[in-house]
């Protein structure tokens, strides 16, 4: 028998191929691209080839078939879009010595695109997730009334963005900032409806339009947890609607070889939609071929002009579990956390449950006892090596302990035990002083934050445009770390266009004692500034306060400290400063109440 040439992709695809494969004898090798950082590794495999990335089409198709010919592989399987996209282009002359592992280029296309599948899926009759495309804003403006939240962006064809992420937009303008920052985003990327429920994925090998064999099964865990690659899955008996839904599609593609086609499930309501279809062995394979169904080497048996005989039935319920993408999973959560986008007590259940099915009896997506090397390597690469880059690890913390860190780091101890004293000192309450008392007689406001490019100048800004009517009053921002001259930030200023402030003319200024001095009533934003301000200039303690103080919302002390967004986008600056308006806003009332209390008396008693 002739060895088959593996293009590689994701280890645990790669390595379950070659097992299956090399348990009836059939010999291994792989292909990386160059660029792959890490090298599979396993005892099914018999050697590992280096060939030109898959996007480099002339050199890769330079390299491949010389490759083909000298070792006499007579079997091809591409295992990514990417090297589905890269045969494409030398399919009719590599068709001559092998096997390619995939139907026509113009077939792949149809399932790569997913414009033609969800279109072809459409006219059979299957239900497939309301849809979206809009070439431009205007277009996006014109529906927003009929957009319904959260939304999922997906390349409209894999050919054309082969790399990007799933994307959830929860709001519109979170998507219309998407537009904003890439004006071609509308004609790159499918919009769909959030579909509840959980993954079903139907895998066929349909051959001569006979469906081979089905295996089916859910995905009971992903990543990342809002939905995406398989890291729990768990074999399903067939469901014959899915199936006959899947080999209907399939046969209208006029497809031949494997295929996953992906459904949503949603047990509430009884609704399959349709999400995509993969036209190569899916990340979930090892489930399948772990519990008896070899479709790897029923696949070559085909290949080679041999029926497979019947298939002996699979037991529902089996499970496979991805432990590294588990780890992966759990840190992409504590991620979702720290942002506000899960809750603590998810947190606390999710790892739980990490625990529980890590120690598990549940077979390993990639670990074999008798073949470790793989499994090593992954953890290895995707969990020893990302922990321990630099800033990783602060990533995990809750955002008060990094940015404790950050200030011993950088401003030293004596600073950073002033830092955390200022902290301190607002979490017990005991510099809990009424910003009203010291309003009474100021005229000069001076606004302070670290650069003097996002916070104080749209506060200063702001607080004029309040109190322009008022000639006496005075003022002023500053920076106690900035760089003087230095304009506004340009997603900053873009943002401040919608508050109604111009920040073009802004240029920040570092803070001066002749500035401290002068000034009245002095506003920070964060614990950081105030330190900083103590430490240079300890006699601005008695007349400094945060700006967040001023808010009328009832919250917690620390929701006090208006956190900085610089280098965070467009949304987070935009919450900044809604913030800050607020804030200036009960300031401007307090200072007028304030200045007229002080007319009301001499004029009551001439």
């Known amino acids: 028998m002739k060895p088959v040439l593996v293009l590689a992709g994701t280890?645990?695809?790669?390595v379950s191929i070659a097992r299956c494969l090399h348990r009836h004898g059939i010999e291994v090798d792989i292909a990386q691209a160059a660029?792959?950082?890490?090298?599979?590794?396993?005892?099914?495999?018999?050697?590992?080839?280096?060939?030109?990335?898959?996007?480099?089409?002339?050199?890769?198709?330079?390299?491949?078939?010389?490759?083909?010919?000298?070792?006499?592989?007579?079997?091809?399987?591409?295992?990514?879009?990417?090297?589905?996209?890269?045969?494409?282009?030398?399919?009719?002359?590599?068709?001559t010595s092998l096997y390619p592992g995939s139907p026509r280029p113009e077939i792949v296309n149809s399932v790569l695109d997913k414009r033609l599948t969800l279109t072809a899926a459409r006219e059979i009759g299957i239900d497939v997730p309301n849809e979206y495309q809009f070439r431009d804003l205007a277009e996006l403006d014109a529906s927003r009334d009929a957009l319904r939240f959260p939304l999922l962006a997906k390349p409209a064809s894999k050919v054309e963005e082969i790399n990007f992420?799933?994307?959830?937009?929860?709001?519109?303008?979170?998507?219309?900032?998407?537009?904003?920052?890439?004006?071609?985003?509308?004609?790159?990327?499918?919009?769909?409806?959030?579909?509840?429920?959980?993954?079903v994925g139907v895998e066929l090998l349909i051959w001569d339009g006979k469906v081979h064999t089905v295996f089916q099964h859910k995905r009971l865990k992903e990543l990342p947890s809002t939905g995406g690659v398989s890291i729990l899955a768990e074999a399903q008996l067939p469901d014959s609607k899915l199936v006959d839904a899947s080999a209907r599609l399939l046969r209208s593609l006029a497809w031949q070889g494997v295929a996953m086609v992906e459904?949503?499930?949603?047990?509430?309501?009884?609704?399959?939609?349709?999400?995509?279809?993969?036209?190569?062995y899916w990340g979930s394979l090892p489930l399948s071929v772990n519990a008896g169904?070899?479709?790897?080497?029923?696949?070559?048996?085909?290949?080679?002009?041999?029926?497979?005989?019947?298939?002996?039935?699979?037991?529902?319920?089996?499970?496979?579990?991805?432990?590294?993408?588990?780890?992966?999973?759990?840190?992409?959560?504590?991620?979702?956390?720290?942002?506000?986008?899960?809750?603590?007590?998810?947190?606390?259940?999710?790892?739980?449950?990490?625990?529980?099915?890590?120690?598990?009896?549940?077979?390993?997506?990639?670990?074999?006892?008798?073949?470790?090397?793989?499994?090593?390597?992954?953890?290895?690469?995707?969990?020893?090596?990302?922990?321990?880059?630099?800033?990783?690890?602060?990533?995990?913390?809750?955002?008060?302990?990094?940015?404790?860190?950050?200030?011993?780091?950088?401003?030293?101890?004596?600073?950073?035990?002033?830092?955390t004293y200022v902290e301190l000192l607002h979490a017990f309450g005991l510099r809990n002083r009424n910003v009203k008392s010291l309003l009474p007689g100021s005229t000069t406001f001076?606004?302070?934050?670290?650069?003097?490019?996002?916070?104080?100048?749209?506060?200063?800004?702001?607080?004029?445009?309040?109190?322009?009517?008022?000639?006496?009053?005075?003022?002023?921002?500053a920076g106690l770390l900035a760089i003087p001259g230095r304009p506004a930030d340009p997603t900053a200023a873009l943002a401040a266009r919608e508050f109604g402030i111009s920040l073009d003319d802004h240029r920040s200024r570092p803070l001066t004692g002749v500035m401290v001095d002068k000034s009245d009533v002095i506003f920070v934003m964060d614990h950081l500034n105030e330190a900083v301000l103590m430490d240079r200039f300890p006699q601005a303690a008695r007349k400094t306060f945060l700006l967040g103080e001023c808010s009328k919302a009832a919250a917690p002390r620390r929701s006090a400290v208006i956190v900085d967004p610089y280098g965070c986008g467009l949304a987070e600056i935009r919450r900044c400063y809604g913030e800050i308006r607020d804030c200036?806003?009960?300031?401007?009332e307090w200072v007028r109440s304030s200045m007229d209390q002080e007319v009301a008396p001499g004029s009551v008693s001439g």
């Not at 280890?11 to 790669?14: D, G, I, L, P, T």
């Not at 399987?77 to 068709?95: M, V």
């Not at 020893?384 to 008060?400: D, S």
């Open 35 to 95: 660029a792959s950082p890490d090298t599979i590794i396993s005892r099914a495999i018999r050697k590992v080839h280096r060939l030109p990335d898959f996007g480099r089409a002339e050199e890769f198709r330079g390299a491949l078939q010389p490759l083909i010919e000298q070792y006499g592989y007579d079997t091809l399987i591409p295992t990514t879009d990417e090297s589905l996209i890269a045969i494409a282009p030398c399919y009719d002359s590599i068709c």
């Open 584 to 588: 200036v806003e009960t300031l401007s």
């Open 293 to 419: 169904v070899e479709f790897p080497y029923y696949e070559w048996q085909l290949a080679h002009g041999v029926w497979p005989g019947p298939i002996a039935p699979y037991a529902p319920g089996f499970r496979t579990l991805w432990r590294v993408g588990d780890l992966m999973r759990f840190s992409s959560l504590i991620s979702r956390w720290r942002a506000g986008q899960e809750t603590f007590r998810t947190l606390g259940h999710e790892a739980w449950r990490l625990v529980a099915d890590f120690c598990s009896a549940t077979p390993d997506a990639l670990w074999q006892w008798r073949d470790r090397a793989p499994a090593v390597a992954e953890f290895r690469h995707r969990i020893l090596k990302r922990v321990f880059r630099p800033g990783v690890i602060t990533k995990l913390l809750p955002g008060v302990v990094v940015r404790d860190i950050e200030a011993y780091r950088y401003y030293g101890p004596r600073l950073g035990f002033l830092y």
């Open 263 to 280: 459904f949503r499930y949603d047990p509430a309501t009884s609704r399959a939609a349709l999400m995509e279809v993969n036209g190569r």
């Open 165 to 199: 992420a799933l994307h959830y937009y929860h709001s519109f303008s979170e998507l219309r900032d998407a537009f904003l920052n890439d004006p071609s985003f509308g004609c790159k990327y499918l919009l769909q409806e959030y579909c509840r429920g959980f993954g």
């Open 11 to 14: 280890a645990r695809v790669v």
């Open 446 to 477: 001076l606004f302070l934050c670290s650069g003097n490019i996002v916070r104080s100048p749209m506060a200063a800004y702001l607080f004029k445009q309040q109190m322009e009517d008022r000639f006496e009053i005075r003022v002023e921002s």
